[in-house]
């Protein structure tokens, strides 16, 4: 049979570039991979990062503390509160402040409500890249309802600038709290159907299972943390590991996963929002009745009414504002668990208005280096869906 | 595994290393480390290695610029973190402006690779045997190193926003 084919010494083997970006829909973000691939498979890939660099770094060594917050919820903004919330205990630490129980349970209610609004995008795009638009829309719904509640609390939904230095800004009202009780009733039904709509579906588990995994040892040697680290099996969680804003007061789990693929990647993140839930009840049964903040005029904008009637509050108010406080020298490390993995702000202070230097270890930065070893060999599909589950989000990768 | 003693930690390293571990402090939250750029290399692999300190985990990497130090005006900031015993380190490197090399860390740890990126293209610390050593957040064709503080951020030709105009 073979000798009626003609001989075929040589063959050109040619492998094709592909732009996947900078601006394609399944990247969520502005990033680009140029990807080669043979046939369906991807051979190598390489990123490039950098198109919304805003130098929050360089911005911030020229501007006094409070205005720094700002900048930092423009990183994660899946996750905003959480980012600020870690600027904000950064800068208490290095002026060695403690902060009332209220205000740190309410801080606690607020981060693990963004971490919900986080985990809920990550794996309701992730069904989306597989095809399932229905659960999206269902539980975009319930983002929104978490966003009210930011509205409640600080006024803003997106970039929230929520807290304060030394506390929060103001106390939960009534109508916050109401919220956030029917948050707690209702959003454990969505997330159920959410979660039996995909968790099990056959195409989901086809597209997902064993696809985009890593190691532990590979992730750990990546800098992984976070969700994805989890996913890999290791239980390295900053609330449990070093607790920060009264996290031992609480009783949760750390779901891990075992294969550190996309579909562990979903089971963990989907796990962890029934943990946050959890902790959320926790905060809001046990609410201490002390201040939301805590009483250090010299580093806490006053309420605006006092400032209009009291002498030492105009005080206080014109040289925060003006950025006149005395800060200490010295340096610190502070570090929250964001909603894609450890958060970490590196503080050094000279006394004068402003940070001397400041760097923000920004977790996907970290871990999205890995993503050409974990694709390396996949076909584009499952590339996409492994991005997706990564959880990257532009504005922190780029800082 | 049990707690690690930050002065314990530092005794050991002072011992193991008595020429290049210039010194050591606590006066902020984690023990401070400063030495010599050339050991950086045998220095972490060291803590990597030591059973009871397992350092292997690489947390951050950054640069920060002191103009006014004269000869060591650039830095290396290391944070590392040992899971086994939860306990960070932070190692300090100064490098002079004129001659900014230190070796890389990316044979022992992958995620130092866009780490190290990172501050060269900030500081222009080069990393001898960097396996891609190119500017990552900013343009290729910029020639400054954008985080050193002879770049101002505002136009220094300014005078309303002087120190002298806000007491100091």
Known sequence: MSSHLPLVNHVEKETTTLNLGPTHPATHGIFQNILEIDGERIVSAEQTVGYIHRAFEKLAERRPFYQITPLTDRMNYCSSPINNMGWHMTVEKLLGITIPKRAQYMRVIIMELARISDHLILNSILAVDTGAMTGFLYVMQEREKIYDIYEEICGARLTTNIGRIGGMERDFNDNAIKKIRQFLKEFPKVWAEFEKLVSRNRIFMDRTVGVGGISAERALSYGFTGVNLRAAGVDYDVRVMEPYSSYEDFQFDIPVGQHGDVYDRYCVAGQEVWESLKIITQAMDNLPNDSFHADTPEYYLPPKIEVYKNMEALIYHFKIVMGEIEMPVGEVYHKVEGGNGELGFYLVSDGGRTPYRLHFRRPCFIYYQAFPEIIYGATLSDAIVTMSSMNVIAGELDA | ?168
Not at chain 2, 56 to 63: K, N, R, W
Not at chain 2, 91 to 102: G, H, M, Q, R, V
Request: proline content about 5%; glycine content about 6%; overall charge negative.
């Open chain 2, 1 to 168: 595994m049990g707690k690690i003693d930050n002065s314990t930690l530092a005794g050991k390293l002072e011992g193991k290393f008595p020429l290049t571990v210039l010194r050591t402090d606590e006066l902020s939250d984690m023990l401070n480390v400063y030495s010599d750029r050339r050991s950086n290399v045998e220095i972490v692999k060291y803590l990597w290695d030591e059973p009871s300190f397992q350092f292997q985990f690489l947390t951050d990497i950054c640069g920060v610029h002191y103009p006014d130090r004269k000869g060591e005006e650039l830095e290396v900031v290391y944070h590392l973190h040992s899971f086994v015993n939860n306990h960070r380190i932070r190692l300090k490197f100064a490098l002079p402006i004129e001659d900014p090399t230190i070796k890389s860390l990316t044979e022992l740890y992958a995620g130092a690779n866009w780490m190290e990126r990172e501050t060269f293209d900030f500081y222009g610390i080069i990393f001898e045997g960097h396996p891609n050593l190119k500017r990552i957040l900013n343009v290729d064709e910029m020639e400054a190193f954008p985080m050193r503080k002879e770049h101002p951020l505002e136009d220094p030709n300014r005078i309303d926003k002087q120190d002298k105009f806000f007491g100091r």
